[in-house]
């Protein structure tokens, strides 16, 4: 049977659930009418191999932008300028709205701010209005996420190796990667591991205690281009990445590395406003404001409405976009530039129920001496991410009942479904695993001093560096809602140091003295493995590589049987 406070809970959530699906003409299953005076538009730049690409999103939360979706601190400022309390602010009240860092909106007299801003054209702006500003500027709305797909690709080897930071590995970084990593070797066997080459902060207590915003994530060539701070940071990006095209005296970049496989270029050299062939900094901010778009897509999220999420291709205007491919409403697969892009689309709306249905089963369960509520000690024993007693004690009578608890997660988890992340995943190799050619987990000097040779097949411009996007060659990309914390992926930082408990099988290859010499067992003897006198080393050595191989080692017998 289920009791009243139970009963009272579960309409709560469907209420908070369906919202205005009730009234609704909108059928499960069905796509909400798209209003035509969207401004939706979220933009996100590509750092592909050979030249950028800029993708434009159309991102519909419910019928809305994703933008439009108000929280605490936005409703705060909202009444703190709307003086007459009417609900609106006009433009005696936009006087006082501060700038928020977006140029293209901070910019102007009150009057040009009110007509960019004013979307349904009513000479004042709604709290969803200012919502879509502060949103754009802070770029609190839209996320991406890099997260690994497999252990070996949180450690960060592509960025210790890159010693001059500029985005590439170079043949003089690749060449000296042993030297460069050889800080790491903590246990001093000349071999370098998972568990030596993985970040530091990304042990077990800092993955469960992260929040969703925070978790740790990997790197990506996604960007995005939304309020000047992250204008400015594709800009260098973009000046590090593509050397070939950059001017360093005028700190400014070729307009042709923009006009690949295009036709419509008038905009570009528009931007080029000294007529010089590049652009610089300033000229490459004013572009990128409102740049020439490579790929259009449209997405639709479901939040309080019922429908399916779907992902639409609506236009592309390069020939570097290839091999177009609907596998389904809600999937999409193209090319660019030989990376493989899989695009899809997923509602995680019953999340909500799910994360408050999961801990008011957890309430019961800690709730030892079963008096109906949480004292601090029995809380502590939720593991609920991020949150502290008196936050949701809510009246702070020092007992936490069922009621406090479920609408402490309901506000909660509707915050962080206020924000739109676009997760990219790698499944292509990451570095570590190119260079682990026999797949041992574990990085030997040989391998390290192979390494150029290793990764020549994937530079693919040509240009005698390696970066991320050339690495990377497939990226399944996920659009959907912020999930609870309790939904968010995180890989264990026990599956990185699984290696640890391997058994490495002895070497099999070169004579039995070889093999009891190779303490690390990587198929070679370094001058310190080696116990006898060193000018034999350097003889035996024939390569002069400072490894004796297998081969050299049973060349050694072959030449003393011969004398």
Known sequence: MMNPVSKTIIVFLVMGISGPLLTSDIQAGDVPPVSSNHNSAQRVILLAPTAPIILELDLLVDQSDFRSISNDYIDRIFASLDQDEDGFLDLKELNSLPAFGIQRFDKGKPQTRLQQLDSDLDQRLSLSEIAVYLHSGQGTAFRIAGVPSRSSQVIELFRKLDQDQNGTLSDTELQSSYQTLFLFDRDEDEV?????????????????????????????????????????????????????YTNPEKDAISVSCFQQARQDTAQLQ????????????????????????????????????????QLKFLNKTTNRVSEVQVVSSSRIEFHIDGLLLELRVKSTRHLLADNVRFYQTRFRVVDGDKNGYLTEAEFRQLNLPGSEYQKVDLNKDGMLFVEELTDFLIKDTAEVQNQVVMTVANDGKSLFEILDSDLDRRLSPRELRNSMQRVKEYDGNRDQALDHSELKGHFKITFE??????FVFAPRSGAMS??????????????????RMDRNRDGDLSPREFLFDQALFQKYDT?????????????????????
């Open 192 to 244: 370098l591991n998972l568990a030596e080459l993985r970040p530091f902060n990304s042990n077990r207590s800092n993955t469960v205690s992260q929040s969703p915003f925070r978790q740790a994530e990997v790197e990506t060539p996604f960007l995005r281009l939304d309020h000047d701070r992250s204008v400015n940071k594709a800009i260098d990006e973009i000046l590090k990445k593509y050397i070939e």
């Open 270 to 309: 528009d931007s080029d406003q000294n007529a010089d062939g590049f652009l610089n900094r300033e000229e490459l901010f004013e572009y990128l404001q409102s740049p020439l778009v490579d790929v259009q897509l449209q997405i639709h999220i479901p939040r309080q409405q019922t429908f399916r999420p």
């Open 481 to 486: 809602l912020g999930k609870p914390e309790l």
């Open 498 to 515: 699984m290696q640890q408990n391997m058994t490495i099988p002895r070497t099999a290859n070169g004579p039995r003295w070889f093999q």
């Open 543 to 563: 390569n002069q590589d400072r490894l004796i191989s297998p081969a050299e080692a049973e060349a050694i017998g072959t030449s003393a049987n011969k004398h």
